[in-house]
């Protein structure tokens, strides 16, 4: 294994989660009797570049080609979504005569709120399921993954871009050079585009390992995100910390002719990463005890809750939930049954765990003593949606950064 960005050799383990089949392949009644392909889930760390990444085991063409995740179940994600729309709009000026490309657009849940303020926009779809989803919500979708040649194709058809906006998407591709240099083909000479991704500061920190999953291909800090910008030719100007899936980061860059001098926050946050020792070995040589700690409290609470005859059950089925629940080997004779909102995974079973996926209705009417939360990183949200647990004494459940029982007041 070589380093994606830089090429090198020299990758030092981080975390080594075992082998996880891919975490949004859930499964059907049919495919119970079926066997499942699993692949290592060893996360490297690259001493020359300081790039996180796991082995490229499975292509994108293999995980977003029919996705299971659609944005739009997540109202505080939508509303996230809403607000940078909002932002960018009066950070750049952007009118009537502007050009939006949202990269990986999903069901549209962004970009609609483009098209809402009268400014022309296009998608950038893989998965043919859910960019459907986008085109009848009036946003116009192509179904691509983003490289060189796409990006150059859009941008030959539509016009450059004022802003290229990349949320969630820059971990999830193996070509991490080919994918910056397809994000500098669709901006304009003079345009900005705005990235994304989680934070790999706040994730070593906070222990939030069931991120790491294979559709994760790399984890970024500040330093590694701007040597792999500047491999497409694109320069770091801002950043902004963000809190959603437990602390992500905001890049703003331009193409490196019309960049500037980064501002003082890239700084910041530099020396932040720095002092946390993310730019050396030393930071992540206690990561994988702190995971074991995670794994060993989640467990022992599950089979005390057994013994005692309580029952639990999850909330959510997203992929992080998938790393935690096979890297722990929770069963349903621990975790009953998971819930989520979205009808696509209804009546199909976790990968790995087989664990049964059912509609929220199914808590209210079985009133269980605990619900695991499985996307603690909408911990505000779901709190309020599953305030309705208190009226039987049940409670909540938060396995990340720490095991945390909750109550709640209906």
Not at 189 to 210: A, F, K, M, P, R
Not at 248 to 277: H, M, N, Q, Y
Not at 318 to 329: A, D, R, V
Request: glycine content about 8%; aromatic content about 8%; charged content about 20%.
């Amino acid at each position: 294994m070589t380093c994606r960005l830089c090429g090198s050799g020299d990758l030092q383990s981080v975390v080594d989660l075992g082998a996880t089949p891919p975490c949004e392949l859930f499964l059907t009644e049919a495919q119970l009797d079926e066997p499942e392909m699993t692949y290592p889930l060893h996360l490297r760390v690259c001493t020359s570049c300081w790039l996180a990444q796991l082995p490229p085991l499975i292509t994108p063409e293999d995980t977003f080609t029919e996705y299971a995740y659609f944005s739009s179940y997540s109202t505080s994600w939508v509303e996230h979504a809403k607000r940078f729309v909002e932002g960018a709009v009066g950070r750049l000026g952007l009118d009537q005569d502007s050009f939006v490309v949202e990269v990986a657009s999903n069901d549209g849940y962004l970009l609609q709120h483009v098209a809402a303020g009268g400014i022309r926009c296009l998608g950038v779809e893989p998965s043919v399921n859910v960019g459907a989803a986008a085109r009848e919500k009036g946003v116009p979708t192509v179904t691509e993954f983003l490289s060189p040649e796409t990006g150059a194709a859009v941008r030959a058809e539509h016009g450059p871009a004022d802003l290229v906006v990349a949320n969630n998407v820059y971990a999830h591709i193996p070509d991490v050079v080919g994918f910056s240099k397809g994000l500098r083909a669709l901006v304009a000479d003079d345009g900005w585009v705005s990235v994304e991704v989680q934070h790999l500061l706040t994730l070593i920190e906070l222990n939030q390992y069931d991120t790491i999953y294979h559709e994760h291909f790399q984890y970024y800090t500040v330093a590694s995100a701007m040597r792999a910008l500047a491999s497409g030719g694109l320069a770091l100007v801002d950043v902004e910390l963000l809190p959603t899936h437990g602390g992500s980061i905001r890049l703003w860059a331009r193409p490196a002719e019309a960049a500037g001098e980064p501002s003082r926050a890239v700084t910041d946050v530099l020396d932040r990463e720095k002092a946390a020792g993310l730019h050396e070995l030393a930071g992540y040589a206690e990561f994988a005890k702190r995971v074991a700690t995670v794994r060993r409290d989640l467990l022992s609470f599950l089979t005390v809750a057994a013994a005692q005859g309580r029952s639990v059950v999850g909330y959510g089925a997203p992929g992080k939930g998938n790393t935690l629940l096979n890297h722990c080997g929770i069963r349903p004779d621990l975790l009953t049954y998971t819930v989520d909102r979205n009808p696509y995974k209804h009546g199909r079973y976790t990968p790995g765990t087989r664990i049964p996926i059912l509609s929220p209705e199914r808590i209210a009417e079985d009133r269980p003593d605990y619900v695991l939360v499985l996307p603690w990183n909408l911990r505000a949200e779901l709190t309020e949606q599953l305030s309705y647990v208190g009226e039987w004494g049940g409670r909540l459940v938060f396995p990340i950064p720490g095991l945390e029982i909750v109550e709640v007041k209906p």
